[in-house]
């Protein structure tokens, strides 16, 4: 099961970032070029169109766009960029992906080695792009080559965060629809903006949406947790990175592996102030498929959140 659970890697940008069309096309590129430039590079010289099938062992990148129920797709290719921005240029699709893999022994696309999405909700969070990578767990976790995989990660997205003055951003284990471990756990009687990302995107200026391994916390809340240099003397953090655009980077260890439930706790304490107040629930063992849900039972009311 390892081997399908996936982690999270999120960025919440509003119009103060750049037009949306901009950002979308910046988020698929400039992270798949940091993260897989090989694929890239072997990928470049492609056709738009997408083939049926490829030769066994080779890399593949499908890039889609969805509008309503239909999903077109192409290569990802210096070509198929190409029709990327032109589709972008027709107005913000409800989403636009991309999914790198190898072929088969058959030729047909398997596997995963990228994936990357930037959803736009028109009704629900009309002023907010969500941003997403979905890095395998066990890729952070391997032993001989985890720590190099998550520091691609992790420089792709500083890089990219230090510009955009993030709503709000985090690199976590993944849970269901792009929801926080503390919007998973709140208590359904919470309102929505509590407990969806869809929602909770027009309010994480107001309240941090959860906190983990990074935590980007926006410029707007920093007062509440007492500002960069109370983050960096509560010894919850190795990394305490102000972002140029605005907003906060915090790293709780240097390594994912050594991301206890001790380092979990110090996180919590740090950002409590700036968390929606409420308990959150024990949901208990996961189901089958699903990560473990990292949070701290406690209400943030208790560490001064209001």
């Known amino acids: 099961m390892a081997d399908t659970l996936v982690m999270d890697v999120q960025l919440d940008v509003d119009a103060s970032a750049g037009a949306f069309a901009e950002l979308t096309c910046r988020w698929i590129d400039e992270m798949s070029a940091a993260i897989r430039p090989q694929v890239r590079a072997a990928l470049a010289g492609q056709p738009a169109k997408l083939a049926a099938s490829g030769e066994p062992g080779t890399p593949f990148g499908v890039l889609g766009v969805t509008r309503g129920y ?17 589709e972008l240029g ?38 907010w792009l969500a941003l997403s ?12 080559t985890g720590l190099d995989e998550q520091r691609l990660w992790l420089e792709a997205l500083f890089t990219f965060a230090d510009r955009v003055n993030p709503g709000f951003g985090h690199i976590s284990l993944y849970y269901d629809g792009g929801t926080t471990a503390l919007e998973r756990a709140v208590p359904t009687t919470m309102p929505f903006a509590a407990r969806y990302r869809e929602y909770a995107l027009n309010e994480c200026r107001r309240y941090l949406r959860g906190y983990s391994w990074v935590t980007i916390v926006p410029e707007e809340l920093l ?33 994912y592996r050594e991301f206890d439930d001790v380092a979990l706790g110090r996180v919590f304490e740090a950002v409590a102030p700036a968390l929606r107040p409420g308990l959150p629930r024990d949901l208990g063992r996961p189901m089958h498929g699903e990560n473990p849900l990292r949070v701290v039972l406690r209400d943030a009311a208790e560490l001064g959140a209001e």
């Not at 239909?70 to 032109?86: D, I």
């Not at 990578?133 to 001989?144: I, Q």
């Open 133 to 144: 990578g979905n890095p395998l767990v066990s890729s952070f976790l391997d032993p001989m």
């Open 70 to 86: 239909r999903e077109t797709t192409r290569n990802c290719s210096t070509a198929g960029l190409q029709w990327l921005w032109a």
């Open 90 to 127: 027709k107005g913000q699709p409800s989403r636009a992906d991309l999914w790198c893999g190898v072929h088969d022994e058959h030729g047909a696309r398997r596997w995963q080695t990228l994936v990357l999405d930037v959803t736009h909700d028109a009704v629900k969070s009309p002023g």
């Open 223 to 255: 007062p509440r947790v007492g500002g960069v240099s109370r983050l960096r003397d509560s010894g919850a953090f190795t990394q305490v990175r102000p972002l140029a655009g605005g907003g906060v980077w915090l790293q709780a260890t240097d390594d």
